[in-house]
């Protein structure tokens, strides 16, 4: 029996060997159908780019930066990585923005990333025509991705792992929903503690057949190499020309020319050419010719050189643009690393190392939640689904990344059983979590199709219009994709008393916010949970974790257990205003008034059973009403015929920030503790939890650094890991933002330093600055949220 089995012996696969080992695991194998490297990973671009949009993103990018050199120290085997810096071309000034955001967060990390106009870019034969400015990034490199894959199966296989190619894996084995290894092609097994499935395009009909959604897609992937052209400057640096969506690298006195394709061509790695190794696809000169184009406007001396190779391979891309790593929710034991979305080569540093402490360790080692696989919608998963995602996920990849931008492409996959009550009542509908939900509520055409914007958005106004309903009044809120499961059996009080920080052995009928914690103190979920019964309670988490928080529940809940997911059996409508107990009284023959805050019952509404428990996301006095799933309908129209209106998700977003509650993905992950957030309130010290123990160890001494809420001067666009500077020093990241729906305060969440024993008044008076698209913005930490800070209308 192997420890692990890893299946693809391309960068990715490879350097998980290689991780392993050095982790000292000894008993490793890995299977490679063909020749290692045969599949994508030999035809890379072999880009490094050490900057990416998101802290930790930059941290799984910028290790292949130490990694690369080091391979070739180990191995005595040349990796070809070198240095080259780079340039991230903007054309237009809305560019810009990103790139001022992006810089900020790379000189977190001691990268030395800049911003430069135009006439700055000293490359040789560039046409700076038409290009608003520019991020240069100095580390930028190069590296050669066959002899990269050569050094890492050499040092794999001197620490014992053993690398067998020409052996296909035809199934994992999968027994009492864990991986017990793999089936091969002619029939023989090998068994396996815990399996990585590593295959790129290749993975998903094994994945497939063990149960496990994998939401990717091969696609024709296309680049150039021109013929030698004199005088290129030596290194040439990376260019990436975001706006006509090509890059360009330097090759041995020659230039590759490449780009991220909108309608990408699909192709079928299970087809007839799928088993060729190396495999190169026909040259497509009309796909490729914008690309064409846009290189000779930006170096015109291409005119004058030919094309020595036209290369069109297969890569994976996944629906979201984002990788595919982690523990699968449906199968225990087996590990993903795929849909790299053509920067395998890059990213095979991190995720091998990141993916090896995770499969060794029982934990990732760091919040990977934007890539986690964990997130994967098991609809996202179906062929057509993808294929129609790839009309714009490949060109995402350089696309503007406006703030708040939606897909066009495969929509439609999840919708309430009230969307049409929603879309009747004039929803501009987004996509979260899967779910069609309104983003707002437009009161005529010309609010539907509004712009997007780097700075204040053009629904603002409709999200005060919205907000201020509940001043008087009653607003409706879709809260239908909240995550609900149902916790029930003997084991079900003891299991959640252990995983839940709060104390859940409460009467029935009362409802209980609290987080759960990993073992070292880290939020893995925020979440209500209500007491129904004796053995019988509801989890309800974010929509966005549906399938993690789900998974996680069933891997560590103890004891006679049973989880059922009930999200979609059940429309969930939130009540909410100063008006909303007058209309649910006119509406419903129960008691509204004598209804204590956090507490749930059965109730009557239109006719129509539902159950009504009193909480507020937004903080305003209300319930949220859940109702089964075919009988929303009547409650919905009486509550809209008695004149609530709808509220979206942007005004609830507004909402929440200005009550200073936090949101689990942004403000709150497994790397944050409750006392680091701000949630102590939510732990019951007197009993046993998950994570107690780390929080007893960092009770006495102290928080080092702690959730604050700031309100910003000015009307700049907070999003998320701005840099807070405290005397020019950086002392924290915001980690989410928005204008107050009823306040017009400009808020941000941010985790900053704070000193031992340093209490939030003492930081209340300290002087900050938040650095936003290059500029500073005074700030200051707020002592209170400012809107309701006694929470009178709330608790009503």
């Known amino acids: 029996m192997a420890r692990t089995l890893i299946i693809g012996g391309g960068a990715v696969g490879l350097s998980l060997a290689y991780h392993l080992t050095r982790r000292g695991e000894r008993d490793v194998i890995l299977l490679e159908r063909n020749r290692l490297t ?53 054309r237009e000034e809305v560019r810009m923005d990103e790139l001022r955001r992006i810089a900020a967060l790379g000189r977190q990390f001691a990268l030395t990333p800049s911003i430069i106009e135009a006439h700055a870019l000293r490359v040789p034969g560039l046409d700076t025509t038409g290009i608003a400015g520019a991020l240069r990034v100095e580390e930028d490199a190069n590296v050669n991705p066959v002899d990269l894959c050569m050094a890492y199966a050499k040092a794999a296989r001197a620490a014992g792992a053993d690398i ?80 006509r969506g090509i890059y360009v690298k330097g090759d041995a006195g020659r230039l590759v020319i490449g780009g991220f394709e909108p309608h990408a061509k699909c192709w079928d790695p299970f087809g007839p050419e799928g088993d060729r190794p190396f495999l190169e696809l ?30 069109n391979g297969p890569e994976s891309f996944s629906v979201d643009s984002r990788p595919l790593i982690g523990q699968t929710n449906e199968v225990d034991g087996l590990f993903v690393a795929a849909g790299m979305n053509s920067v395998g080569v890059m990213s095979s540093a991190g995720v091998g190392r990141v993916l090896a402490d995770w499969m060794i360790d029982g934990a990732s080692p760091i919040d990977l939640w934007e890539v986690d696989i964990a997130r994967v919608d098991p609809l996202t998963a179906a062929a057509a689904h993808v294929e129609r995602r790839m009309e714009e996920a490949v060109a995402d990849v350089f696309a503007m990344h406006w703030p708040f931008k939606q897909p066009k ?84 009080l003891e299991a959640l008393q252990y995983l839940a920080a709060g104390n859940v052995e409460v009467p029935a009928g009362h409802a209980v916010y609290t987080p759960l914690l990993n073992a070292k103190g880290g939020i893995e979920a925020d979440v209500t949970i209500t007491r129904l019964g004796p053995d019988r309670f509801r989890v309800t988490s974010g929509a966005a974790t549906r399938w993690r928080d789900l998974a996680w529940l069933r891997r560590n809940a103890r004891g006679e257990v049973t989880i059922a997911d009930v999200t979609e059996t059940e429309v969930v409508i939130g009540v909410m205003g100063a008006g909303s107990r007058e209309l649910l009284e006119a509406l419903s023959p129960d008691d509204w008034r004598d209804f204590p805050f956090a507490t749930a019952r059965e109730v009557t509404v239109a006719g129509q059973r539902a159950r009504a428990t009193r909480l507020s996301f937004v903080g305003e006095l209300g319930w949220e009403l859940s109702i089964p799933a075919g009988q929303g309908g009547p409650v919905f129209d009486a509550l809209y015929a008695a004149g609530a209106r709808p509220l979206g998700h942007h005004a609830l977003d507004g909402c929440r920030i200005e009550k200073g509650f936090r949101h689990w993905g942004h403000d709150l992950g497994p790397e944050i503790t409750p006392l680091e957030a701000g949630l102590g309130f939510t732990i019951d010290w007197t009993k046993d939890f998950l994570g107690r123990q780390a929080l007893l160890t960092q009770r006495p001494e102290g928080v080092r650094r702690r959730l604050h809420l700031f309100e910003i001067e000015g009307r700049p666009l907070v999003l998320h890991d701005e840099p807070i500077l405290e005397n020019g020093a950086v002392v924290g990241l ?41 500029r500073l913005y005074p700030a200051r930490v707020l002592d209170r949220p400012p809107f309701d800070p006694t929470g009178e209308r709330m608790r009503g």
């Open 164 to 243: 067998r190619e020409g052996v296909e894996a035809s199934a994992i084995l999968v027994e009492d929903g864990r991986a017990k290894g793999v089936r091969l092609a002619d029939g023989a097994e090998i068994a396996a503690e815990r399996v990585a499935l590593c295959a790129g395009a290749w993975s998903k009909s094994l994945a497939d057949a063990a149960g496990v959604a994998l939401p990717l897609q091969a696609v024709e992937h296309m680049y150039v190499v021109t013929e030698p052209m004199p005088d290129l400057p030596h290194p040439y640096p990376v260019l990436r020309d975001l706006d």
């Open 409 to 492: 492409a495969g929509r439609g996959l999840r919708r309430s059983a009230l969307h049409d009550r929603w879309a009747a009542a004039g929803a501009v509908f987004g996509l979260t979590a899967g779910w069609e939900r309104g983003l707002w509520y437009a009161s005529g055409e010309g609010e539907r199709d509004l712009p997007y914007s780097v700075g204040e958005q053009a629904w603002q106004e409709i999200v005060h219009r919205e907000a201020a309903a509940m001043d008087r009044g009653t607003a409706l809120i879709d809260l239908s994709p909240f995550g609900k499961f149902d916790v029930s059996g003997p084991g079900a």
């Open 38 to 90: 045969s599949g994508t990973s030999w035809h890379a671009a072999g880009i490094v780019g050490p900057l990416r949009a998101t802290p930790n993103g930059t941290r799984l990018a910028m290790y292949a930066g130490e990694l690369f050199p080091r391979l070739q120290e180990e191995t005595g085997l040349s990796t070809g990585y070198r240095k080259t810096g780079g340039f991230w071309l903007a």
């Open 734 to 774: 915001t980690t989410s933002g928005a204008r107050g729906a009823r306040t017009r305060k400009g808020l941000a969440l941010g985790l900053i330093a704070v000193a031992a024993g340093e209490t939030p008044a003492r930081t209340a008076e300290r002087a900050f600055e938040i650095e936003i698209a290059g």
């Open 282 to 311: 026909p040259a497509d000169w009309d796909q490729f010719a914008p690309f064409m184009e846009a290189a000779l406007a930006l170096i015109p001396a291409l005119e004058r050189t030919g094309i020595q190779r036209f290369m």
